[in-house]
Each structure stands twice: as C-alpha cells, then as structure tokens.
C-alpha cells in the first residue's frame, strides 16, 4: 500500500483573531493526485474553523466525531477536544486514527490527533502536516518580528512551507475567526 502524504495546515493567533490556513495538495506515492482538496472549513455555525491532516477517511472521522460533540456539548471547544480524547482512551471509537486536526474559536486554539490528544499551543502558533515544521517556524517569526495581522502571518508561512515542502502547494485556503 502507497503512503499519503500532504497536506500542510498553520494556525496564528493574533490581536483576538486566530487564522487557519491550509494548502491543497493530496499525493500518493511520488505522485500529486489532487492539487484542490479543502482540508480548512468552518463548522458548528461558522463559530469554529478546523484544518485537518492524516489519511483521508480517519480525517474524515475524527472531524466527525469532534463535529458531534459540539453539537452535544453547545459549540464549548475546549470540552468538545477533551470528551474526543476522552472517547479514545476509553475505547468508545474503534481505533485510533492516522489524523491531525487543528481545532480554533473566539477563545482557543487546539491541536487533537487522533491518538487521543489534546494541546494548547504555546505562543499562539501551531501547526501540522508535511510542512508543518517550515510553516510553524515562519509563523513563529513573523509574529515576533512584524506588525503583520493573524491571517497575513499564516498566508506568507503557507507560501514559505509550499515554496520548501513538495508535498505542499500553494492552492491556499485560509478562515479566520
């Protein structure tokens, strides 16, 4: 079985605005098998935006099951993320899956994997994916050394990412909140 891999996604939390930006980009094997897939969206009433990465079908899933809980739980985030984890360590979801999802509001801004993890980042930037560690340390430094906003930090370190990582593009798409 071919591995996949793609997918970049960054989020920079700045001046009360987080940005979530993700590139476009599937590959499988040495091949680029799509070049617009929409990994960043915005869900439970356009209060939350997520970007995931991983395998498709266990992204899809644990979207699913994180879409769940808002609902059950009136759109709190924070207890939405620790339920999800929650679910996997005590075996409500059959197995653990091969994705990433970086989950924002007004208020937070989280990383949960599939694994049954839940982090809050540091210094208000987090990201994941092939070019996660490119865009991460593009973000980290243009939000210290600039006067630029949330979304235009995570823009340019999508570009940077896109312009070192080949399994990045630079079919951009980007949700602030």
Same mark, same amino acid.
């Given at each position: 079985? =071919?591995?996949?891999? #793609? ?5 920079? !939390? ?7 930006? %993700?590139?476009?980009?599937?590959? /499988? %094997?040495?091949?680029?098998?799509? %070049?617009? #897939? ?28 994180? =879409? =769940? ?5 009136? %759109? $709190? /985030? ?5 339920? +999800? ?24 801004? +989280? ?35 600039? $006067?630029?906003?949330? !979304? ?7 570009? &940077? ?11 951009? &798409?980007? =949700?602030?909140?």
């Amino acid at each position: 079985m =071919e591995q996949f891999r #793609a997918t970049t996604i960054v989020a920079v !939390k700045k001046d009360g605005v987080t940005a979530l930006a %993700g590139d476009g980009q599937v590959t /499988l %094997g040495e091949a680029i098998s799509k %070049g617009n #897939a929409r990994k960043v969206r915005r869900i439970y009433n356009d209060n939350v935006v997520i970007g995931f990465a991983g395998g498709a079908a266990d992204a899809f899933a644990l979207e699913a099951h994180f =879409e =769940e809980l808002l609902q059950k739980f009136s %759109g $709190n /985030l924070m207890r939405s993320a620790v339920e +999800l984890a929650n679910g996997f360590r005590e075996d409500k979801y059959p197995r653990r899956l091969e994705a990433m999802m970086i989950v924002a509001d007004k208020d937070h801004l +989280l990383l949960v994997s599939g694994m049954g993890d839940v982090y809050e980042c540091e210094k208000g930037v987090i990201a994941i994916g092939s070019g996660g560690n490119y865009a991460h340390a593009a973000a980290l430094a243009l939000k210290e050394n600039t $006067n630029l906003s949330a !979304k235009e930090i995570a823009l340019k370190a999508m570009n &940077i990412a896109a312009d070192i990582c080949i399994y990045t593009n630079h079919n951009i &798409i980007c =949700e602030e909140v």
